[in-house]
């Protein structure tokens, strides 16, 4: 009888941590979250030499049980020496977003996401200093991977996308691309509270 009452309460008890494990894993309506990507890449060739340094951090916020709002910006800098010429490229992009969750609850979830970000651009080589300006509509897929309550990997790829440049000097000019290869691989952590 002992033994029966002893399996009895180890089910109860294993069935009490997998319930809960199962609702605090994943996102469900309410849920905040902060998350972000950050890179930095130097090489040299010679007297060639580049850098570049980017963060990129967001902020979003569950609406229902599927769909999430959210706020972005990013900066990137990039500097090249090529000889007697240095150039120095920054970008600040600030954007809102809008996704769809097709398994939110669980500990792995697909994504599509919506964006529309505006994009200011300046170039400087020394001689020329402009600035370009423009917006950028994107859909891309993406996942994340809980690896706990609170902490999730996320990737997203690839875009469908639209996107106007305004340059100081030049031409405007508009692009429309798609690409789901995994050379645009972005890669970021998220924390859930």
């Known amino acids: ?21 199962e609702t ?8 905040a979250f902060i998350s972000g990507s950050f890179g930095f890449n130097s090489s040299s060739t010679g007297d060639d030499k580049t850098s570049s340094f980017s963060v990129s951090p967001r902020v979003g916020y569950f609406v229902s049980e599927n769909i999430t709002v959210g ?10 020496e090529n000889g007697a010429i240095d150039t120095d490229t920054n970008t600040i992009t600030a954007g809102a ?5 097709f398994t ?9 996401e919506f964006g529309i970000d505006y994009q200011s651009i300046n170039f400087d080589n020394g001689t ?4 370009t300006d423009g917006f950028a509509l994107t859909l891309r897929p993406g996942v994340s991977y809980f690896l706990n309550n609170n902490f999730a990997l996320e990737a997203a790829w690839g875009a469908l996308s639209y996107a106007t440049a305004n340059p100081d ?5 508009d692009n429309f691309s798609i690409g789901l290869n995994l050379d645009n691989i972005n890669l970021g952590l998220v924390y859930k509270f």
């Open 71 to 80: 706020a972005r910006i990013s900066y990137q800098t990039i500097s090249q």
């Open 97 to 101: 977003f809008g996704r769809y969750y």
């Open 24 to 31: 605090t894993e994943g996102f469900t309506k309410g849920d």
């Open 104 to 112: 939110p609850a669980s500990k792995f979830s697909i994504f599509g």
């Open 169 to 173: 000097q030049g031409e405007s000019s």
């Open 128 to 131: 020329t200093d402009s600035t």
């Open 1 to 21: 009888m002992k033994k029966l009452i002893l399996t009895a309460i180890a089910v109860l008890a294993f069935s009490a941590v997998q319930a809960q494990d």
